[in-house]
């Protein structure tokens, strides 16, 4: 999954109220008067998660507040992916060292689940540590909170049950996240995932349709669907419809403009996902792959499960599209074990494949994974060095791309106003668009957007207006 995190609040932060439907559901409960805080880091799965654990609140009766010196509840919706990540969240612990009786303190998320029960050794202060794989405890565990239990844990990742929720609070005004399946059951010699958030578990098709149709009643003409690994997707319902089958029926749900799905594993990923693109509109022109290494020596040693050229099948079967489909990917330089001729092969899979966007990372030593055992060979500053080199090499492939789009029309989904008091919106294909106008409130709307100039991570438009 694209990682920092892509969950874009701009309509928020610019003051575009939530549809009236959206507050509708977040008044679920009367008040118990006790008020939450939730801050939420890393990945879109995180984030969604965190809606989720919002709208179990909400329908206890919590009020949610924008301080956390306000509330009663403060949570930490954590991520520990790179060790950056995980030390953030201790430093927000030391924040409320001493502690007030007062104010109960929790741990979620993947750092929960990845210190356990160890966080109260460290953090005292702190009263509930929850992995995601135990939310489905939650409104038991906060019953406990409430009854004065001084510290609960939801720590078991062995379990078959996804979490689903009656409410949700969307804090995306247009664009709506469901999970699709949670966990993974690869074991990415680099990766922290399938101990902090357990084995694979796909929800049910008729539960995700469902819940889509009802995103439509909301209001939600755009979804993502998401999960670690989207495409091991099984449903366990008797309808066991595949991953692409259920891409087609999400897509045929009425009222649906735009589906889009991340993140796709390239050993899962079957040319029946390009067909159902090709089939179905409402499919986003966006495909995120991951690579993660060019070398298929260093992606062997990292136990990805595919080969430089595997991968570059899948490529070519997405660039066979009957429409274009914009190519994403995550990297990682300074793997152990990877040489300066590993790392070429890495820039010139850059310059084969031509991504559209690229998230890269330093590789970070992860507790509880394969890599801990093999000797760090890169130092510091040489992966710095790579990483540097690496995003030069994909911002100039970017600035290319995208500069050839300019005098193209495209559909724009408008999601907030950006500071030079142009409005700011998305294309199908995933990109962002500033563009100017005559007209006004345009926020949730589709429109037709001329690029006039580009910049590597963005365009720049003018609304086409019907005359
Ligand atoms: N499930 C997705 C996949 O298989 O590609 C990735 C999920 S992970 C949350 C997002 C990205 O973080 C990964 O694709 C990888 O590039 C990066 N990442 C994961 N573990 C890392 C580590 N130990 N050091 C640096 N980057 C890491
Ligand atoms: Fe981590 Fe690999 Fe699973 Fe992605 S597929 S979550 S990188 S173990």
């Known amino acids: ?30 008040r118990n008067g006790r008020t939450f805080y939730l ?59 001493g502690g007030n009786a ?20 460290r953090a005292p202060w702190v009263s509930l540590v929850c992995g995601s794989a135990s939310y489905r405890k939650l409104p038991q565990l906060l019953a406990e909170l409430e009854a004065g239990h001084r510290r609960v844990t939801g720590l078991d990742t062995d379990t078959e049950e996804t979490f689903e929720t009656e409410f949700t609070r969307r804090d995306h005004p247009f664009r709506a996240y469901l999970t699709i399946i949670e966990g993974c059951d690869k074991s990415c010699a680099y990766c922290v995932v399938p101990f902090t958030r357990g084995p694979e578990r796909s929800r049910a098709s008729d539960s995700i349709l469902a819940e889509v149709r009802g995103l439509v009643e909301l209001g939600y003409s755009e979804v993502q669907l998401l999960g670690q690994n989207v495409n091991a997707y099984r449903d366990p319902s008797p309808k066991r419809l595949s991953f692409a089958e259920l891409l087609a029926a999400v897509a045929q749900v009425a009222g649906i403009r735009r589906v889009r799905f991340t993140t796709s594993h390239p050993r899962d990923f079957h040319p029946e996902i390009v067909q159902a693109i090709d089939a179905h509109p409402a499919l986003c022109d966006h495909v995120h792959l991951p690579v993660q290494s060019g070398s298929t020596r260093v992606l062997s040693l990292m136990r990805r499960e595919y080969t430089r050229d595997q991968y570059l099948e899948r490529v070519a079967c997405v660039r066979s599209a009957h429409r274009p489909i914009s190519l994403t990917t995550d990297i990682i330089v300074g793997f152990p074990g990877e040489t300066a001729q590993d790392f070429e092969e890495t820039l010139t899979l850059l310059d084969e494949v031509q991504y559209d966007g690229a998230f890269s990372f330093k590789f970070s030593p992860r507790p509880n ?56 919106g998305r294309t199908s294909s995933n990109r962002v668009v500033n563009f100017t106008t005559r007209r006004e409130n345009l926020l949730g709307e589709y429109v ?11 365009l720049v438009g003018e609304q086409v207006i019907p005359s």
């Open 369 to 424: 994974t394969a890599a801990l055992a093999l000797p760090e060979t890169v130092p510091e500053e040489e992966k710095g060095r790579r990483l540097t080199v690496l995003q030069e090499r994909q911002r100039t492939i970017q600035q290319r791309r995208n500069e050839a789009l300019i005098g193209q029309t495209f559909e724009v989904l408008v999601d907030g106003r950006s500071r030079l008091e142009q409005w700011v």
């Open 448 to 458: 037709q957007v001329r690029i006039t100039r580009a910049g590597p991570h963005s």
């Open 39 to 97: 801050e939420t880091f890393g990945c879109q799965m995180n984030f969604h998660d965190s809606e989720k654990v919002a709208g179990v609140l909400l329908s206890r009766g919590y009020q949610q507040v924008d301080s956390p010196d306000e509330a009663d509840l403060v949570l930490y919706n954590t991520c520990s992916i790179r060790e950056k990540a995980a030390q953030k969240v201790f430093s927000r612990l030391g924040h409320w060292r």
């Open 102 to 121: 007062q104010r109960i303190i929790g741990v979620l998320g993947c750092v929960g689940q990845q210190e356990g029960e160890a966080i109260f050794e």
């Open 1 to 30: 999954m694209g990682d920092p995190i892509d969950v874009r609040l701009d309509a928020l932060s610019s003051g575009a109220p939530l549809r009236p439907e959206a507050r509708r559901h977040t008044a679920v409960a009367p």
